[in-house]
């Protein structure tokens, strides 16, 4: 039996549609949502001046929120989300900041897609980032144990020895063995 409709069930794609159920066309469109995304990053680098008065704030509030209680990486993660949407008291403890002033020092960097802001002190002379921006944001990553707040020797008797042996006098040795070298003469069988 011969059917006049043979093949219309099948429904006709456009070459769009063919081109967007393509692998290759999925990523295309994925590749130009990322080029979107990294333009509008490149055009929103927040700048020196936002960066350093943010971190400034930031730094605030991580001395003030700081307490005898060492915390983990998971609760400096909180408090640094939280310190984007919050700014510190309006008190100013100028006694710490004048502290953290004298011993350490910011740097801005500016990349192609984001810009960051390091601490510099003598405890870290190379720096570590203590805040990225990004997408007109400054995200903190801040640590109470990167700032230098005192300044003094790291332990009491600084050119005293760390250990003491107190049961060995330090001009006993010990007696050496006669050693002589040996000199292999061959197998003893031969």
């Not at 093949?7 to 794609?13: A, I, L, P, V």
Request: glycine share 6%; aromatic share 12%; with cysteine.
């Amino acid at each position: 039996m011969y059917q006049t409709d043979r093949g219309s069930y099948k429904k006709q794609e456009t070459l769009l549609q063919m081109f967007w159920h393509s692998c290759l066309g999925k990523l295309v469109v994925l590749l130009a949502i990322i080029g979107v995304l990294l333009l509008i990053a490149h055009f929103t680098i927040p700048s020196e001046d936002k960066m350093r008065t943010e971190m400034i704030d930031n730094i605030r509030q991580c001395i003030e929120a700081n307490d005898s209680i060492q915390t983990d990486d998971l609760d400096d993660f909180v408090a640094n989300i939280g310190y984007i949407f919050t700014h510190a008291d309006s008190t100013v403890n100028v006694e710490i900041m004048s502290r953290f002033n004298k011993y350490n020092r910011l740097k801005y960097y500016k990349h192609t897609f984001h810009s960051s802001m390091h601490v510099l002190n003598n405890f870290r002379p190379e720096g570590i980032r203590c805040g990225i921006g990004v997408f007109g944001l400054v995200i903190p990553t801040i640590n109470f144990n990167d700032l230098l707040l005192r300044d003094g020797p790291l332990r009491k008797d600084y050119g005293k020895k760390l250990i003491e042996n107190m049961y060995v006098p330090d001009d006993y040795i010990g007696d050496n063995p006669n050693l002589k070298p040996y000199h292999y003469k061959g197998n003893p069988e031969d």
